[in-house]
């Protein structure tokens, strides 16, 4: 890999990083479907300049309706529920959570899809979701004070089985299809749901300066560039380099949110990252023991802003 393409990666998962950052200074005072939709417009808007192709607008019209529910499944309901889960959460523990993306793709494509798992996936979900449970136990809780974190982190988890459902979605109906169509149109698409709840739930209150500036970077940055940069890498790298990008999601999510929001790491946010991550090298092939048996491939999900 040359220098200039793991310096693209590491920005890739800086700016996947950044958006739990944003949308943790945003959601205060935008509201979450407000933000999620500002968001949505955003990105789509800023996304408009690759549309001067006429051989992109027209892959766009051939698969509109398939485009839209990615749309749906990748963009606007995840923006929802992750800005919903930025009101309590802090941007690290969000940013740990959406590690568990790769896991959900495995588990759903072996009980619903037929595709097989090895010993060594099988465990890779075990370990996985054991650092989940470890993270939901030591960081939130659904009775009492916590209750607000508690359906914070079910946002989150809800999120990721959209982004679940996407990549499944999108692999059996969008596969060939330009990948540049497919990003624009989601957006624009995800634009056009959100925008009447954007209007309806606008907050009484103009929201300040630096809630504006944490939606423009979401928007702008988090998801428009970083779209742009995910596929270039797509490009140049090949997928298997470049959803590596997950790995670098939850450690730029943590360090974010030390360094601008004074969030503490907690055992709970350390342990149960590093054992979300060591199942997910183990679910998705990146480690494994010598000579392992031959098996399936399991599909990886294309990531979001948040991951994307």
């Avoid at 479907?33 to 051939?62: D, F, K, Q, Y």
């Avoid at 568990?100 to 037929?114: K, M, N």
Wanted: glycine share 10%; net charge positive.
């Amino acid at each position: 890999m040359k220098k200039s393409d793991l310096a693209a990666l590491l920005l890739l998962g800086a700016l996947w990083g950044a958006s739990f950052l944003f949308m943790r200074m945003g959601a205060d005072q935008f509201g979450p479907m407000a933000l999620a939709g500002m968001r949505a417009i955003g990105a789509a808007l800023c996304s408009l300049p690759l549309l001067v192709s006429r051989e992109r607008r027209a892959t766009m019209r051939r698969h509109a309706k398939d485009i839209a529910v990615v749309g749906m499944a990748n963009s606007a309901l995840p923006f929802a529920l992750f800005s919903f889960a930025a009101g309590s959460l802090p941007a690290g523990v969000s940013a740990i959570s959406d590690a568990i993306a790769p896991l959900l793709v495995a588990l759903s494509g072996w009980l619903w899809l037929g595709e097989k798992l090895d010993a060594t996936r099988a465990s890779g979900l075990l370990v996985g979701f054991t650092g989940v449970v470890w993270l939901v136990a030591g960081s939130v809780g659904f009775g009492g004070s916590t209750s607000g974190a508690g359906w914070a982190m079910a946002a989150c988890v809800g999120a990721n089985v959209c982004y679940t459902f996407g990549a499944h979605y999108s692999q059996r109906r969008l596969r060939g299809v330009a990948p540049l169509a497919v990003a624009t149109g989601s957006q624009l698409a995800s634009a056009v749901v959100l925008l009447p709840f954007t209007v309806w739930l606008w907050p009484a209150k103009m929201p300040g300066a630096q809630a504006w500036l944490a939606m423009f970077g979401l928007a702008a940055a988090c998801t428009s560039l970083a779209y742009v940069l995910f596929y270039r890498l797509m490009a140049r790298i090949g997928s298997a380099r470049t959803l590596a990008v997950l790995y670098l999601i939850p450690v730029f999510g943590v360090l974010w949110g030390l360094l601008f929001l004074r969030e503490p790491v907690t055992w709970a946010m350390a342990g149960g990252c590093v054992v979300i991550l060591a199942g997910v090298a183990l679910t998705t092939g990146m480690v494994r023991p010598r000579n392992p048996a031959p098996a399936t491939a399991v599909p990886t999900p294309t990531p979001t802003p948040e991951q994307a």
